[in-house]
């Protein structure tokens, strides 16, 4: 049985960025950084994309629903960036492993 959903985007993710030596712990960590990085981009292009949207008066929840659509951006960008959605982190690691490389 196929993985599908979320599992599905997390096993495509794991195989877009390439582990070439599994057990450096440098590898590892660039890994996680490009990732984080990741996340924080999505994250600061859904907030960018929530100020374009108007908010009515007769919706509007005050401070409680931006606290809420804060911590909502937050858990989508970090769902997104682990499902390799946007392929940033698996660009940004190739680019930064071969920068290392010609050292």
Not at 67 to 92: F, P, R, V, W
């Amino acid at each position: 049985m196929e993985p599908t959903g979320l599992d599905h985007m997390k096993a495509l993710a794991d195989q877009s960025i390439p582990k070439k030596t599994a057990g450096s712990r440098k590898d590892e960590a660039l890994r996680k950084a490009c990732k984080e990085f990741e996340s924080v981009f999505t994250h600061e292009l859904l907030k960018s994309m929530r100020r374009t949207i108007e908010k009515c008066d007769l919706f509007h929840g005050g401070q409680g629903e931006e606290i809420y659509e804060s911590l909502l951006d937050m858990e989508l960008s970090k769902t997104l960036s682990d499902g390799g959605a946007n392929g940033i982190a698996a660009q940004l690691y190739e680019q930064l492993k071969s920068l290392e490389g010609a050292k």
